[in-house]
Structure formats: C-alpha cells, structure tokens
C-alpha cells in the first residue's frame, strides 16, 4: 500500500509488509508520459502501411476482434516486427545507460566500445559458416561477452572509468568490425546478402523465437534494475563513499556490466547493431528526468519509442523501398544527438 503521511516531499512510500520504497513521483510522472507516447507510437506502427487503419481498428485486431482481414494484417504481418523493434530499442537504451553510469561518460555506450560490432561479427561468422537459425543469435551473444572482457582487460588498473575504457572499446571494435568486412569479402554474394541486415540493423523477417527470448530477457534485466535502482544510484560517487554506504563496489560494477552485455547482446542477435539508440535514449530519459538520478525505466521507455518511430520512417517514407532501421537511426539521430549535447551545460555531463 501507499503511504503518504510518511513520505518525504515529492516521493511516496510503497510498502509491502516489513519493506518499505520511495517512488519518486517526477519518475511516475515522466514514466506515463513516455508510456503514453509508446502506445501512440506502436499503435501508428501497427497502423500504417501498405494498407492503412484506423487507430480503432488496430486496437480491435490487436485483441482479435472486428475484420479478419485486419487481424491478419497485424498480428501476422506486422506485429511481430513491432515486438522486435520495441525489445530491441529498449534493450539498447538501457545498456547504454548501464554504462554509461559504470563508466561515468556519457560516451559510453555498447556501440562505442565495440560491444556491437564484436557481437555483429560473431554473428555474421555463423551465417556464413552455418545455416542453424538459432546460432547467429547464440554467437551475437558470445561476441557482446568477449568485447566487454578484451575492453576490461586492455584498460588496465582504470577498469570502466574514464577513457582508457573508452578508447579500449573502440579498438577492439574496429578490429571487429574489420573481420565482419574480411569474412563479408569472402564469401558468395547470396551469403553475404543473408548477412547484410546483420551489418546495418534491420527488423524485417526477424525470428520469432529470437524475440521472444529477448523480450523474456528484457522483462528480467528490467526487474532486476527495479530491485537494484537504489544500489545503482551509488555508481556514480566514489569507491569511499559506496563503500561508506555498505556496498560493495566490484559487486555493482559485475552486476551492472553483465546486465549491459546481456542487454546488447540479445538486441544485436535480433536487429543487429543499430547505431545511436544506447546514446539518445538516456539522454532523453535524463532531460525528463532533469538530471537527476539514473532514469533506467525512463531509458528503456524512450529508447522502444525510437526504435518504433525509426523503423516507421524507414518502412513508410520511400515506400515501398525500405530503408533499414539502423541507417535512420544514424541519419536522424545524429543531428539530434548533437543539438542535445550542446545545449547541455558541462556539469550535466556524467
């Protein structure tokens, strides 16, 4: 139950027998309205098209209930894809988030420091090695583990902080992303079209089974960051002060980067990398948020709410050419990216 006799100033209590938490009440508030934008977002996904519907329409078809043609049209046509790119934006915003956070720069993202091309690399090694369906996904996996591991290492005593870590990742991503290009040269053009979307980012004709184990793995890393948000907010200060507060540091650093790299690595094994989501949307989360904070919920909310309008745009404005969902994130994110960071004072900075 809610207690509000007892709650400080902008907060209330939750408690639950013996515990008690503090909900932030900016955080319900912004969390709502990006909801709120989220199902618009998803509802316009499921709606537009070749053959458009009305919002109505896409809400009965949803339930399945009104025409069968439109039942049809979106929960076999366009649905699964929908799923695809909201896990997958989702799972990009908070593992940029995560660490972002560990490493305190807001340059460190799991596409910076190469976690996405080593995963991307994994996974196009299978599709041209092998035609298991499930393995690209597994590989991507694999490749997002080994990234993080050679980024830890190669940075020495510096471990996630600063920009020894940075420049790490950036390294080993390179040379990731030059073995994709080597093997991608190697091989017959109809296997190397097979694995292009792995290369860019794209949702079309993803595995179902692949997004429902994403979408499983989301719900447990976002649980897991629900139960974890009051230690995570400690990452930030210094390793005196954590420990001043109990915690151990290493413990929240571990927990924080495996839930970074399974975060990636089953989006990169659904859509492949898409550039600049891990970056926009906890800079999004955070000006909602007024920088206060670690607005993990907030980021996984904004980073499905661009996932879903990128590949919207790319399904729909040169129709019917489709543009894949990481070009347009790059193309429009960009601009976007810098107009956030310049306007941003330095002392909002990580």
Not at 94 to 114: E, F, S
Not at 152 to 163: N, P
Request: one cysteine or more.
């Amino acid at each position: 139950m809610i207690n509000k006799t007892l709650s400080p100033d902008g907060y209330l209590r939750l408690s639950l027998g013996s515990y008690s938490y503090l909900i932030e009440k900016n955080a319900i508030a912004r969390n709502l309205f990006l909801s709120g934008l989220l199902i618009l977002a998803c509802i316009a996904s499921l709606g537009i098209g070749t053959l458009t519907l009305t919002p109505w329409s896409v809400i009965q078809a949803v339930f399945g209930l009104g025409d069968s043609m439109n039942q049809f049209v979106v929960q076999e046509l366009r649905l699964q894809r929908l799923l695809a790119g909201l896990y997958t934006g989702a799972a990009f915003s908070l593992a940029g988030c995560l660490m972002q956070t560990l490493a305190r720069n807001r340059l460190a993202t799991p596409g910076i420091i190469g976690i996405d091309n080593a995963a991307m690399a994994f996974a196009v090694s299978s599709v041209v090695s092998t035609t298991i369906s499930m393995a690209p996904s597994a590989m991507a996996l694999i490749g997002a583990a080994t990234a993080t591991a050679l980024a830890f290492g190669l940075s020495g005593s510096s471990g996630t902080r600063g920009y020894r870590f940075i420049i790490a990742g950036i390294g080993v991503g390179a040379i990731a992303g030059a073995i994709t290009q080597l093997m991608l040269s190697q091989v017959a053009i109809d296997v190397a079209n097979a694995a292009y979307p792995w290369t860019v980012g794209s949702l079309s004709a993803r595995s179902s089974l692949m997004v429902s184990v994403l979408g499983v793995g989301l719900l447990i890393c976002l649980i897991s960051c629900l139960l974890l948000t009051h230690v995570f907010g400690l990452l930030p200060f210094s390793d005196a002060v954590v420990i001043g507060f109990g915690s151990s540091m290493k413990r929240l650093r571990l927990i924080a980067l495996i839930l970074s790299v399974v975060l990636t690595g089953l989006a990169v094994s659904v859509a492949g990398p898409v550039g600049l989501v891990a970056l926009i949307g906890p800079e999004i989360a955070r000006f909602f948020a007024r920088y206060r904070g670690i607005p993990l919920i907030s980021s996984a909310l904004a980073g499905g709410l661009i996932m879903v309008i990128a590949d919207l745009l790319g399904r729909t404005v040169l129709s019917p050419i489709e543009i894949p969902v990481g070009i347009v994130t790059s193309i429009v994110g960009g601009p976007y990216l810098i107009w956030i960071l310049v306007r941003q004072r330095s002392t909002h900075s990580l």
